[in-house]
């Protein structure tokens, strides 16, 4: 079964599987992970091109309107901690396979 995961070239490391999105990762302050499966390159492009047009926040403008028809969500852009570019991060194409077998009784 393959995958692809993402590798920061100059530390190593890879993009960490987290409940959060791609694009806050801080390859040199992280520390080390399960490394992030993608099923397909195509979703590991993808978050690797967010990454390297820098870091992301959802922001939310919450009003006091009883019907909360103000409310609104966006994305505003943070700076990273350290400057990010095209070549920065690589895909790899990994394969998954089971080791060992475990019975179960039922």
């Not at 979703?43 to 019907?67: I, V």
């Not at 194409?93 to 009784?105: C, N, S, Y």
Request: net charge positive; no cysteine.
């Amino acid at each position: 079964m393959s995958y692809f995961i993402i590798r920061h070239r100059s530390t190593g490391r890879f993009m960490p599987a987290l409940p959060r999105g791609a694009t806050w990762w801080e390859p040199t302050k992280s520390k080390e992970a399960s490394p992030r499966l993608f099923a397909k390159r195509a979703h590991a492009s993808n978050a690797k091109d967010w990454w390297e047009r820098g870091a992301w926040l959802t922001e939310y403008n919450r009003s006091s309107s009883w019907d909360g028809d103000d409310d609104a969500a966006f994305l505003a852009r943070r700076e990273p901690e350290a400057p990010r570019k095209k070549g920065d991060l690589e895909i790899l194409e990994v394969e998954l396979k089971i080791i060992g077998q475990m019975e179960l009784a039922i």
